[in-house]
């Protein structure tokens, strides 16, 4: 069994990749070809966004919409402590201070009151409010702009959170690298109502590549007319190659990436009935455990719909998780933890100066949580056998 099964994926459409890639190979513009706009237009209309600017990552596309903003040193950029590393990693990288917001307990997304707490903090220097890094004690930051991450592919509440984030004026940044194909009330995720959203098409996110890749949508021409320079090293346009304007970056997307996405596109949408499938499924088969031993699954947010880019259940108190992953794995069943820590406790952002207590719902939601496996060609006997497994080897550990 596959933790993400990219094999049975890439059965059913070899052909058009093939084709796709033999294509590339024949005209020979392997940078800037002519796949890369016609993703483009084919990923904003999917999102219903009116620009999409394709890059090298995810990452890429937090920097690229970060530096078109001006963020940098003195800035505070608000975000949740519970993500992947390059959330944080881009907001430091510009100068600028990440600044931790606490997570709400049931859907894990960035809470609004926790946010209002957070700026209020920030601006008056005073951490009795909600927990601050060192540097915000004795710097006055300003507060520029929130990082949403739509974690595990849970679309972030955004009407409330947006209400927050504007009536303290700031920019609004959606990390929709695990929730591309997610919805939020009637909107594709990636086209919530922020001023800009990124993408990442990193092999196991729910629309994956075959290497390196990433998007950024926003529905403002300036925007999206200076990150599309920006991921070109600055240059003017297109038109104007050698007169660069602005210091970017290499942040384009392989033309070769950008062929196979078009091919992985065309079955996105029956992957995300399947996926949505496949976690419903969970959820029911779950569902008898859910009082004893304990299994929290996880909560969508309301007229919000998962891509299910990680199906992550909270074990119940106790168990000894590593032990548990080791069972499964002996029956061949892979599992992972997202995340093992949160953030605020990574080494590379030790300077901040948080402790791992100050976010304690982080620290519950890290020690407890387990990521089964999921895909959209994951079948039912597959799942019934995952349940059955994991529900026997935690009675397993607790009676033995
Ligand atoms: C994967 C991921 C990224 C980074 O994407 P890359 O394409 O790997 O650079 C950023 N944010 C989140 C939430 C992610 O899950």
Known sequence: MEFIDLKAQQQRIKQRIDARIANVLTHGQYIMGPEVSELEHALAKFTGARHCITCASGTTALELVLSAWGIGTGDAVFTTPLSFIATAEAIAKTGATPIFVDIDPNSYNIDPASLNAAVMAVSCRNPSRHPLPRIALHKQLTPRAVVLVDLFGNPVDYDPILEVAHA???????????????????????????????????????????????????????????????????????????????????????????????????????????????????????????????????????EGDSIWAQYTIKLPQGVDRSALMKKLREQGIPTAINYPKGMHTQGCLRYLGYTPHDFPHVQEVCSRVLSLPMHPYLTEDDQKTIVDVLIQSIEWREYT
Request: glycine content about 10%.
């Open 168 to 302: 303290y004026n700031l920019l609004t940044l959606e990390d929709g690298a695990q929730s591309f194909g997610s919805m939020y009330k009637g909107r594709h995720c990636c086209n919530c109502g922020c001023d800009a959203a990124t993408t990442s098409f990193f092999p196991a996110k729910p629309l994956g590549c075959y290497g390196d890749g990433g998007a950024v949508f926003c529905n403002d021409r300036e925007l999206a007319n200076i990150v599309d320079s920006l991921r070109y090293h600055g240059r003017i346009n297109a038109q104007n190659k050698n007169d660069n304007i602005r210091l970017g970056y290499n942040g384009r997307i392989d033309t070769l990436q950008a062929a196979i996405l078009l091919a992985k596109l065309e079955i996105f949408p029956e992957e995300i009935m399947l996926r949505a499938k496949a976690g419903q499924r969970y959820t029911e088969l779950l569902l008898p455990y859910r009082n004893s031993p304990g299994i929290v699954t996880p909560t969508v947010t309301a």
